[in-house]
């Protein structure tokens, strides 16, 4: 019979649920045979990828019998520059994803506390659990020191403890598209004990267009403690490449360098964020397009009476005022692929992804079918 396998995993790694990915395109066409299908689900870019970063890539290509820079130092020099920092706070990650983990890695050891917010990104429990950490969860806001569904930075800072080591924010968090204010930042920030690392999680952060959304890349100088992680998933298109950094004290950085795999951004990642950095008209269309379908699908949620969380991201979660699951599976033989979010404890709501006029005008079209 052999031994159980399953106990010989650590007793955090016994515990994970996977993580729950949007269902693939091609998935779904294996499975019904639709010729066209619409995802709005992982809120990918609708754009497709920049003719730049092709190039790039196709110019790179010669160079694959090679192992990647290890150091990144094309991508993190475009990017102190174009950020205003120094190389050396940079730290390169297979997706931002990677860094999120590298952090709770490097910082925080079993049975001590990861503190983060209720409907908080689904990232933060699983590198939790996976390291053996105890989650804190803290309740949402529910108007007062937040808006709804957001998280709370009051009572995040109060459900500090002796034995808390991180402090996950996610800014603008998903699913729910709910952000914390300059305000409420810098209070939060100042109130923190320095062996605290706070991580701000700002994956949407090219979309955000709010006047009160935190500076917080000015913060790095007074607070160590501070880390903020971007992507190029979302806005700059380049999700299937999996390239992310963190900016943080260089002391920070060199820690997360100690951790991290010697070639953790691949090299064909690595030239397409540098030439994704550079092509300013792309970024500038991803943002015009989502502004554009993002208004488009609360128009039409709308008109069909359903309420929906403030979004500032690349997506939004509508209330579906019935369990979504059979909404979402209805959806599914119409060829729409949307998201679940029953497992954030949101049964009743959806999330969906802003997508091209066309694609969110067809997602419309079929949610009044379902809904009728
Ligand atoms: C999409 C997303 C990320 C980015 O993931 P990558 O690993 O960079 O693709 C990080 N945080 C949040 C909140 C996200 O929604």
Not at 31 to 40: H, P, Q, R, S, T
Not at 75 to 100: E, F, M, P, R, Y
Not at 177 to 192: A, D, E, K, L, N
Not at 310 to 330: C, E, I
């Amino acid at each position: 019979m052999g031994c159980d396998l399953f106990s010989l995993a650590t007793s955090g790694v016994q515990g994970l649920s996977p993580y729950l990915p949007g269902k693939p395109v091609t998935e779904l066409q294996r499975e019904l045979g639709l010729d066209y299908i619409v995802k709005l689900a992982s809120n990918e870019n609708p754009l497709g990828p920049s003719g730049h970063v092709l190039a790039a890539i196709q110019a790179a290509s010669a160079e694959l019998t090679r192992y990647p820079d290890g150091n990144g130092f094309e991508l993190k020099s475009a990017l102190a520059q174009h950020l205003g920092v120094d190389l050396a706070s940079v730290t390169l990650g297979n997706g931002s994803n990677d860094i999120l983990e590298l952090i709770a890695r490097a910082f925080v050891s079993p049975g001590e506390e990861i503190l983060f917010s209720q409907y908080a990104f689904a990232v933060y429990p699983i590198v939790t659990q996976a390291i053996g950490a105890k989650a804190v969860i803290v309740p949402a806001g529910n108007g007062q020191n937040s808006t709804e569904y957001g998280h709370d930075l009051v009572a995040m800072a109060s459900a500090i403890t002796a034995n808390t080591r991180l402090i996950f924010i996610a800014n603008p968090n998903n699913p729910t598209g709910t952000y914390v204010t300059q305000q409420q930042f810098s209070t939060f920030i100042s109130s923190v004990p320095e062996n605290v690392i706070v991580v701000v999680d700002e994956a949407y952060v090219e979309y955000v267009t709010v006047s009160d959304y935190p500076a917080t890349i000015a913060w790095l100088a007074e607070y160590p403690n501070l880390i903020i992680t971007r992507t190029f998933s979302k806005a700059y298109g380049l999700a299937g490449l999996r390239v992310g950094y963190s900016l943080s004290h260089p002391d920070v950085a060199n820690i997360l360098n100690r951790v991290r795999q010697p070639f953790n951004v691949n090299s064909l990642a690595l030239t397409a964020a540098v030439a994704a950095l550079a092509d300013t008209t792309y970024l500038a269309q991803s943002v015009a397009l989502n502004d554009a379908g993002m208004e488009q699908i609360k128009r039409g949620c709308g008109t069909l009476g359903l309420k929906m969380i403030p979004s500032l991201g690349n997506f939004l979660t509508v209330d579906m005022g019935q369990p979504a699951a059979p909404l979402y599976q209805k959806l599914l033989a119409l060829g729409v692929i949307v998201r679940l979010v029953d497992n954030y404890g949101l049964p009743n709501h959806l999330r969906i992804s802003i997508g091209t006029e066309e694609e969110n005008q067809f997602f419309l079209k079929q949610l009044s079918v379902v809904l009728a």
